[in-house]
């Protein structure tokens, strides 16, 4: 219980620097909590969770860096180990009805289709917009295997990740979202942890995942 507390106080504490006015020169803080969480993530031996977080803490450099094209092929090599942890290696134990299922299915492809309509017609680069179409199937495809689990990390997280990302296209290309930093950063720390807190609180071996 100690080693836990220890460890959400420090990822609580890197992800609080973000947020914290500093100098321009120092927006590299912006990549510590997800390296932390791959680094746990190893500690725990975890590798397939590892290599999902140590690609979403390279997404994170990259859009430090301004880089858009690898910081949307990063996170989405995230997102398919994210869905293959999910769905192959931790199946959950007990789903809801297809009948649930099915309107889980819709509300996704709902948002997918908001997403499109809101956001695509105002990416000129048609690479970025490809990515951006791509990277959203993935990324609702995640969602959709989280809420599969009925767990309460796994899909508090998911949404929490999926709004982030929203808002992060809307602040891009639609429109500029006063404070940004905290709406788009703050539910991507914390669905990151909550993902993190559900995968590893799986009842699997540690060398599964």
């Known amino acids: 219980m100690k080693g836990i507390v220890t460890f959400v106080f420090i990822y609580v504490a890197v992800c609080a620097m973000d947020f914290v006015p500093m100098p321009s020169s120092l927006s590299v803080r912006m990549v510590f909590p997800l390296l932390w969480l791959t680094l746990c993530a190893l500690y725990r031996r975890r590798w397939m969770l590892a290599a999902a977080l140590f690609f979403s803490f390279m997404g994170d450099v990259m859009g430090w860096q301004g880089e858009l094209i690898p910081q949307i092929g990063f996170f989405a090599l995230a997102q398919t180990l994210y869905i293959i942890i999910l769905c192959l290696l931790m199946p959950p134990k007990r789903t809801w009805p297809m009948p649930v299922r099915i309107i889980l299915l819709l509300l996704v492809g709902s948002v997918y289709g908001i997403a499109m309509c809101w956001i695509f017609p105002k990416v000129e680069d048609s690479l970025i917009s490809g990515g951006i179409a791509v990277y959203a199937v993935l990324l609702l495809g995640m ?21 982030s990302d929203f808002i992060l296209g809307i602040h891009l290309f639609v429109q500029r979202i006063p404070h940004a930093t905290l709406c788009i950063m703050l539910p991507y720390y914390l669905g990151q942890l909550l993902l993190f807190a559900g995968m590893i609180g799986s009842k699997l071996s540690r060398n599964t995942i």
């Not at 969602?143 to 709004?163: E, S, T």
């Open 143 to 163: 969602c959709y295997a989280a809420f599969r689990h009925r767990n309460a990390c796994l899909m508090l997280g998911a949404v929490l990740f999926v709004a």
